[in-house]
């Protein structure tokens, strides 16, 4: 999969890097405390939960760069550009 590099990423990276400051070593990102890293990202749980599991990485939706077959104007194009 491809990775994003936006935004929330370099929330998430900073929130980490300052919760690993001050626990200082030994710091495990997979075992930290999911309701302060939720409070400094601004996350809801579930997202957090879902970013955990990736690895701390944020990644793409997973219908982006999907095209619909079908759409509303579907068999009315030729009216429309009338």
Same mark, same amino acid.
């Given at each position: 999969?491809? %990775?994003?590099?936006?935004d929330l990423q370099e929330i998430i990276d &900073? =929130?980490?890097e300052e919760?690993?400051?001050e626990a200082g070593d030994?710091?495990?990102?997979?075992?930290c405390n999911?309701? %302060?890293f939720c409070r400094r990202t601004g996350l809801t749980r579930s &997202? =957090?939960?879902?970013i955990r599991k990736h690895g701390f990485r944020a990644l793409p939706h997973g219908n982006s760069g999907r095209r619909a077959e079908v759409t509303v104007l579907?068999?009315?194009t030729g009216p429309v550009d009338d």
């Open positions: 999969m491809n %990775e994003r590099r936006d &900073k =929130a980490l919760m690993a400051a030994g710091f495990d990102p997979q075992a999911l309701a %302060e &997202k =957090a939960r879902t579907t068999g009315r």
